[in-house]
């Protein structure tokens, strides 16, 4: 097994780019029929933070749905997944801090039952 350069994560044997984040490896064929090319690991792995950034800010907007794409991709792509349910996570303790906690101090708890 060898390592992506990009993420540091184990590569199995014959694969022509990394399963975790998708950087090419070497000049090798991957399984679609496109070669990839050596240098252009950076903006492969720039591209893929990108998006994966992108899924964690839609997934601090709305927590359930960093929720769902954890669940969809915590195998498949761990480091999309991980940003998926990082930023349903903030989002959740966001909600809490600025919205239960302030009502419950001017005394408007949510938690009340009569």
Do not use: D
Request: some cysteine.
């Amino acid at each position: 097994m060898t390592q992506c350069a990009a993420c540091g994560e184990p590569i199995p044997e014959g694969l022509a780019a990394c399963p975790s984040c998708g950087a090419a490896l070497n000049n090798e064929v991957a399984e679609e029929g496109q070669t990839f090319q050596a240098g252009n690991v950076a903006g492969t792995h720039a591209a893929i933070q990108m998006s994966s950034i992108i899924i964690g800010v839609i997934s601090f907007l709305i927590p359930i749905i960093g929720l769902i794409f954890y669940l969809i991709w915590w195998k498949k792509n761990p480091q999309r997944a991980r940003f998926a349910i990082i930023g349903a996570v903030v989002g959740i303790v966001f909600s809490i801090v600025f919205n239960i906690v302030p009502m419950m101090l001017a005394g408007n708890s949510p938690l009340a039952l009569g």
